[in-house]
């Protein structure tokens, strides 16, 4: 018999592959896509984030299953990757960090806390202590218009703003289409975090009504030290292929700002500014019928 898995902490792994016109299964023992020649390339699934699945992929029974017990959250994905249809559940939800985000989220006192919080990050620093969160947007919105116009100035060409049709995907400017896929990029990577940690992307502060409201929240603390300066300056090379470039250009940047160590560590400190504990459960609940093993008392870590 072989060992149990020991899944790999998110922190350690690399952040996303992209897979096209091929076929994910398990053969042979290892994870592989197969192309329509019969080729196999293997995938080095467990140490793996996020593997985006776009158009032309297809994947087995077999592969969900090994993908899910290593805790690697497959995403489909449209062309390029630049519009999210549905992601697998990778596995270690914990019900007390999904309460915990609930209760949270449900008490008004709290969620604000949380939402100025998110606001101090992204401001790097206090922001006013008599702001509504209405102000606070209106900053942040102020903020990131300078941020596009500075970083356009920078790298050399004219920028008409952010403007873009996700039902047409040709029909925005090169800087557009580079910013959407890199945002692309970085929500496939907080997605996966935010599951790996045990939290539900739905249940959103400043975002809400959105299948991926939590991950919007998570993805715009790192959005501008990482994939807007990224799109710019790939935009500002004018490549051949600008969504290729941009995806390449991006898991460099997650790698050399090490993204994955902070995703998890940023979403517990935003949330614990709530001032609420992570709630224990009820004396008279049932305990799982198969209890799991002790982990390594770390977030992100599956198993």
């Known amino acids: 018999m072989l060992p149990p898995l020991k899944p790999i902490a998110i922190k350690e792994r690399i952040s996303l592959l992209f897979l096209e016109k091929g076929e994910l299964d398990v053969l042979d023992g290892a994870f592989v896509l197969v192309d329509k020649n019969g080729v196999r390339t293997q995938i080095p699934v467990g140490s793996v984030a996020c593997l985006m699945l776009e158009p032309g992929t297809r994947v087995s029974h077999a592969a969900v299953v090994l993908a899910a017990r290593v805790g690697c959250l497959l995403a489909w994905v ?31 006192e709290a969620r604000l806390k949380v939402v100025r919080k998110m606001y101090e990050i992204r401001f790097q620093g206090p922001v ?18 300078e941020l596009y116009v500075q970083l356009a100035r920078k790298y050399g060409f004219e920028w008409k703003g952010r403007n873009y049709d996700s039902s047409s995907w040709g029909s925005g400017d090169l800087p557009n289409r580079c910013l959407s896929s890199a945002t692309a990029c970085l929500y496939g990577i907080c997605e996966a975090a935010v599951l790996a940690a045990g939290y539900a992307p739905a249940i959103g502060f400043v975002h809400s009504g959105k299948p991926l409201s939590f991950v919007y929240d998570v993805a715009d603390l790192f959005k501008f030290d990482t994939v807007v300066p990224v799109a710019f300056r790939v935009a500002a090379a004018n490549p051949f292929d600008p969504e290729r470039a941009v995806r390449l250009a991006c898991r460099d940047s997650f790698r050399e700002t090490r993204l994955l160590r902070r995703i998890i560590p940023t979403i517990e400190e935003v949330l614990k500014a709530g001032g609420i504990p992570i709630p224990e459960p009820p004396d008279d609940a049932l305990k799982p019928a198969i209890p799991e093993e002790r982990g390594l008392s770390d977030a992100g870590h599956r198993g």
């Open 78 to 108: 449209g062309e390029a990757g630049v519009r999210l249809y549905a992601a697998g559940q990778p596995g270690g939800a914990r019900s007390d960090r999904l309460l915990y985000q609930a209760k949270l989220a449900l008490d008004e």
């Open 128 to 145: 006013p202590s008599h702001y509504s969160v209405m102000q606070l947007r209106g900053m942040e919105g102020a903020r990131v218009r």
